[in-house]
């Protein structure tokens, strides 16, 4: 369930990711798009400005200054009110024929004739309102009559907005007023169209400089925006281009897009360029939006042009197809991801099953690989061993862990012959510790098969060295006095019955020495047992020390001990000397005080023994009867009063 | 069976007249942006106190005007006397609503001859100046001009030269212009353009003012009364909002008022075109 939430979540965020990122590329494409066809709208209509520019230019210098024209806004700088009313009958009459063969022809709009003082002298678009003041709400008449120069741009009034050509009258250095020559955006849409793929085009005006500053009557001349309320369009019923726009079903659709589209008002009201897509269907929309600003620099309107553009369709689609894709890749991805996660997990389950029977195993587990170089260890072998795994990987163990016989090459080695002829050994071998000690292990070296092919060895191995020891320690007490690692009764009577035998075959005598220490009883009880052990410890000593290397000294228990000394000769006398010279050796050994503790607890103790012995040299006694007569012997000095040898 | 087909055709006879809006058609007095705007702020008004659209109608010519009226494609006309004669004449559904008032208030207006005031009329030099006239159906056109010339220089129309030029403003600019030397318009239009020095020659007397006339063959009883009573309760400061033509009030029509003019449209054989280029 981890898994699959995980899965899942993964696959979401990435999805998440990878849509995200389609939608930007898709955005940053029709980016592309958009700002080609916005660039084309604002080169065309910088084009069609310029180029009326120069033809409104043309037409101010060649009709209006005029000597006649001249003359009559001479007469009107100083006439009265009437004087002035015939003056301006005068000047329509003058330049009427102008206006109305060539101007209108052109596309003019407004001729408009303003006095030095910024009032509106002789409206040929409106004749017959004049006198009013403009200075203050048309900054293109007070910069032409102030500041004496042309100007050119977009701007408000109190008529009609348009897209003005202001220039000063000056004749002789006497400032007559101005005269502004004004487009309809008709004639820029005109003149647009021709250059336009798009031939659908609305002028979107603010409303701050269309209806709401124009004569309170002339406000009928717009109606507001079907995108926008704080935007008007000239209305429909005046401008038969603009009826002819709005009513086209392509600027309907558009237009109620538009409406619905989330961040249109907050575009409108930055005063940029920009275009807005749209793909309804199989249908591909543009509308491209050019700012316009006004001759004082404050935003104004925006030329906006409707248009179908298929090259939308197709970008929609292309990126509609890479989102499915990329659902199909990445939901495979992820469910993939899943198994992948449940077979490691299962993976991972069973490798710590096995690193915990590994590692928890009290066997010492080795992987060596071809080269005889361990490349695993687990914690067992590493404490067997001495080694930190850091320090043993990598280690060839061939020379550095397996102690070899000094001739004994790699290729005879045991455990690299596993690899090699793929075949598992067992075996007691001998490891060296990082310390340089030495261990016996018992091993087995199974060859590690990979794709039909050796390519390492498992030793297992466990340390027998201890093990081996005690088995050799139990042998030896089989044999041995514990006390004194003298032989005991057991192997005395081996030794004797083959001596047995073999005086037998020889004739040669040997002898047993019955030895049975004086007094041992008081010690015991007066020093107690451990300093009646060490004195028993002692006297095994003396009696080694004392005898042959070949002779035969043992412990029957508590102080009793029996000594067999071969061979003595063939000759019984020599060998009953012989015997006495050695039971007499023992006696004076044994006579030699004892000293026990250290210091201040130090004290000797002196220790007589009674020694009875016999010879044999046949088997006419049997090993019981020897030995019982020996100890007769030794009974019959302890009788006589301890601390002498008796031969028999 | 016949009267059910009557009642069929009635109900459809009804249901075409609700279906369309209710048009307004009103003289071409000057251009049609200029008469949009004058117009304009009064429709929207009806429009919100009769609760139905009302499609604004411009046509160049009054016979035009007139003869959609009898073809009742017209519901509401806005009318100077001649015209509304004419019409009434013939067509007995229509009928004068509201006279609107001139500047100052007066029940009525004027008609005046004007010239350019640069310019020097001799009419002994000139017998046959050239007049600019409205257009054949209107008040002060061809019969109110005739006699004002008649009555003034002691000359007559048809020995001159003179054109219809549609609307009064036209009438007022091409004198100013020079095209014509004389002409013919109503009285508020002469003031209106005397900053163009266009000045008055001579006026009429008193003539009925222009009139709001409805249609009682398209209109329903409670729609003319509506439109009556709206426009009669309309506050002074929205109707001078409105139109200059229509700013200075209104009073309920009286169709006695267009008995004398009457007389006047029968005496005169009215020529339908000029005979000036």
Redo the contacts between chains.
Sequence with gaps: MKYFILCLSLGIVLMGTFMRYVHLEEEKEKNIILSHENKILSVSYQAVTNMYHVSIENYFKRMILQEAVLDILHQAKHAND?E???????L??KI?PLYASELKTLGIRQLHFHTPKGESF?RFHK??E??DSLIDIRPSIRIANTQKKNVMGFEGGRVYPGFRYVFPIIDNGVHLGSIEISLSFESIELELSKLLTCKNSVLLMKKEITSDMVF???A??FMTSQISEHFVTE?E??SILTAKSIESPLVKRINTLLKASPNIEIKLQKGKNFSVPFVDGTDGYIANFHAIYDISGQFAAYAVTYGYLDELVFVHKKYFLANVLGFIFIFSSSVGFFLVLQNRKKALHEKRRFETIVNKTINGILLIDVKGEIVFINDAACQILGYHPSEIIGLESHTKIHVHEDTQSANNCVILKTISHQQSYVGEEVFRKKSGERITVHLNATPFIEDQKAIGSIVIFRDITSEKHDKETIEHLAYYDALTDLPNRKLLLDRLSSTLAHTHRSHEFGAILFLDLDNFKIINDTKGHNIGDLLLKEVAQRLKKTLRECDTVSRLGGDEFVILITPLGLEKEKAHAELSHIATKILHALNQPYRFGTFKHAFTHTCSVSIGGVLFCDSSMSVDEILKKADGAMYEVKNGGKNAVKII | MKSFVMVLLLLSSMVWVDARPLIFAPLPLSNTQRVFEDFSPMIHYLEKHLGERIEFHYEKQYDTIVRLFQENKIDIAYFDPLPFIALHKTFQGAKPLITFHESGGTHGYRCVLVKFAGDKIDVNHSPRMKVALTQPLSTCGYIKTKFLLKEYYGKELDNMLFSYLGKHDEVALSVIRGDFLVGGVKESVAHEYATLGLEIITSTKMLPGFTLVVNTQTLTQAQIETIKHTLLSTPKEVYQTWGKELSYGMSEANATLFDALSHDALEFNVPPHGNYP
């Design positions: 009437s002035k009313a015939v003056l301006r009958g005068m329509y009459r009427y002789l004749p017959a004049n006198g309170s009557h002339h009928q001349y209305n019923k005046l």
